[in-house]
């Protein structure tokens, strides 16, 4: 394999609200340039992919949030950290349909929505740092 081109952490985190956005979305990212491919059955407006975009030396697939744990699990824990009386009501709220508009409606009434962002944010670009690191992909800081 030649040597790699980095990743820019912002095109993976450009991918993974893609890959969030729900539908057939797939993204990879090229070891060799540090370009991220994407695709979705129901879009016509991206690049064909590489013909060999099957070849896993070359290509890896990119995560989605449900493979980082940043969804339900990244809820909780910022309801334990950040707002410990709602816990059990976040709780709850996650063993229904619709939990993340009520989430968010909890955040917005304990104005803490902002601080949600924030703190999502960077763990999500935590979780892309480690899965960098375990698939041993070079970041561009």
Same mark, same amino acid.
């Given at each position: 394999?030649?040597?790699?081109?980095?990743?820019?952490? #912002?095109?993976?985190?450009? #991918? =993974?609200?893609?890959?969030? $956005? %729900?539908?057939? $979305?797939?993204?990879?990212?090229?070891?060799?340039?540090? +370009?991220? /491919?994407?695709?979705?059955?129901?879009?016509?407006?991206?690049?064909?992919?590489?013909?060999?975009? &099957?070849?896993?030396?070359? @290509? +890896? #697939?990119?995560?989605?949030?449900?493979?980082?744990?940043? %969804?339900?699990?990244? *809820?909780?824990?910022? $309801? !334990?950290?950040?707002?410990?009386?709602?816990?059990?009501?976040? @709780?709850?709220?996650?063993?229904?349909?619709?939990? @993340? *508009? !009520?989430?968010?409606?909890?955040? &917005? !009434? /304990?104005?803490? =929505?902002?601080?949600?962002?924030?703190?999502?944010?960077?763990?999500? !670009?935590?979780?892309?740092?480690?899965?960098?690191?375990?698939?041993?992909?070079?970041? $561009?800081?």
């Amino acid at each position: 394999m030649s040597e790699q081109t980095p990743a820019k952490l #912002a095109d993976l985190e450009e #991918a =993974l609200l893609f890959l969030d $956005a %729900g539908g057939d $979305a797939e993204a990879w990212l090229c070891r060799d340039t540090g +370009v991220v /491919h994407w695709h979705c059955d129901d879009a016509d407006d991206f690049e064909p992919l590489p013909d060999d975009i &099957d070849d896993a030396e070359r @290509y +890896v #697939a990119l995560p989605s949030k449900h493979d980082l744990d940043l %969804g339900k699990p990244l *809820a909780l824990e910022f $309801a !334990r950290t950040q707002l410990p009386d709602c816990y059990e009501q976040v @709780y709850a709220m996650f063993s229904h349909r619709s939990a @993340y *508009a !009520r989430f968010k409606d909890l955040l &917005d !009434r /304990h104005d803490s =929505l902002d601080t949600w962002h924030q703190w999502e944010t960077e763990q999500s !670009r935590q979780a892309l740092r480690e899965w960098c690191a375990d698939n041993n992909i070079t970041l $561009a800081e």
